[in-house]
Structure formats: C-alpha cells, structure tokens
C-alpha cells in the first residue's frame, strides 16, 4: 500500500525567483526532494538514496496542491509518483546506497 502526502509548493519559495519570471515552474529538484523526504521517513529507510530514475511529466505551478505516493518495492528501493488533481506530474525510483558507497 502506498503511503500518500500532499504538498503545496508556496510561490514564496526560494527556488522560485527567475525560475521563470512572469511564468514561474516549480523545479524538479524540489519535487525529487519531496521524494528524497518521504523515502527517508519510510520504514526501510536507507543512509542515502540514489536517483535510479525520474521523469517530469508536465510543469507545476506554484500553489497547485499535490500528492506524493511512495512505496516501497521488493528490492528496497522507493517507486515515487506526483499528481497534481489526480493526473501525474512526475515519476521516478529512488535506490538506497549504503554510506560506504556514498
């Protein structure tokens, strides 16, 4: 089962001034971060995590409300998805990393 959380990324972000001026996009950084946070505070949480994949699907605005589903996969990494009014705005697997790797 999928452990969800909603997110809201404010327009006062910091990361959000000149990202784009006029038109401004929420980063994918910030969205992975959501992700990073959730697989940390997962039952099988690792030292550190890798990116083992993501995709961005369509753009977010500032203020949109999100949902972030995580859950854990048999091999101990973290499928992660973002929807935005229920249609997915990103995707990707995060990996655990030992802290001698990292």
Same mark, same amino acid.
């Given at each position: 089962?999928?452990?969800?959380?909603?997110?809201?990324?404010?327009?006062?972000?910091?990361?959000?001034?000149?990202?784009?001026?006029?038109?401004?996009?929420?980063?994918?950084?910030?969205?992975?971060?959501?992700?990073?946070?959730?697989?940390?505070?997962? =039952?099988?949480?690792?030292?550190?995590?890798?990116?083992?994949?993501?995709?961005?699907?369509?753009?977010?605005?500032?203020?949109?409300?999100?949902?972030?589903?995580? =859950?854990?996969?048999?091999?101990?990494?973290?499928?992660?998805?973002?929807?935005?009014?229920? =249609?997915?705005?990103?995707?990707?697997?995060?990996?655990?990393?030992?802290?001698?790797?990292?």
């Amino acid at each position: 089962m999928a452990a969800v959380t909603t997110l809201i990324i404010a327009a006062e972000h910091p990361a959000l001034p000149g990202h784009f001026p006029g038109a401004p996009i929420v980063p994918g950084v910030l969205l992975l971060d959501e992700a990073l946070r959730a697989a940390a505070s997962a =039952q099988r949480a690792a030292d550190y995590w890798r990116i083992g994949s993501a995709k961005f699907i369509k753009p977010v605005r500032p203020g949109e409300t999100l949902t972030l589903e995580h =859950q854990a996969l048999p091999n101990g990494s973290i499928g992660f998805s973002v929807l935005s009014a229920g =249609q997915p705005v990103a995707r990707g697997v995060l990996v655990p990393v030992a802290a001698r790797e990292a």
